[in-house]
């Protein structure tokens, strides 16, 4: 099983689950925008992922500057928060599946994740190619 947590706004989410999708599996998605987070379910993705709450920010298109979390000396525990009350922080997506979990960006991150390999070509959100027809990485 694939969970993949998804912004349907985010170029890079939804080719990520068009990659998912094109390995053969359908996977969970959840929309954390409308979901939220709860506490625990975070700190675990986050730990999953090794990633502390300050890297998992979404610095851009997100209220990270006005909300001031960009500044020195803002906490992790004051990101996590921030995170909680306002979800379009937390950069996406998020995919958990049984090899780990991991933010994939740039989407071609979710590649080792996949038990079987996408049907290629597959294309990057910008265009270029990262899967040819033969089902190898394009570097």
Not at 58 to 69: N, V
Request: include cysteine; charged fraction near 20%.
């Amino acid at each position: 099983m694939i969970v993949i947590h998804h912004n349907p706004a985010c170029g890079t989410s939804r080719n990520v689950l068009a990659i998912i999708r094109a390995s053969g599996t359908e996977p969970v998605v959840i929309d954390y925008l409308t979901e939220g987070w709860t506490r625990p379910q975070l700190l675990a993705l986050l730990a999953a992922a090794d990633l502390t709450p300050r890297q998992a920010l979404r610095r851009s298109k997100s209220p990270a500057a006005e909300l001031g979390l960009l500044e020195e000396g803002v906490t992790d525990a004051q990101i996590l928060e921030a995170m909680l009350a306002y979800p379009v922080l937390v950069n996406r997506p998020i995919v958990a599946s049984p090899r780990g979990v991991r933010l994939c960006r740039p989407s071609e991150t979710v590649l080792p994740m996949l038990e079987r390999p996408p049907v290629g070509p597959l294309f990057k959100e910008d265009g270029q190619m990262i899967l040819n027809e033969e089902g190898r990485i394009v570097e």
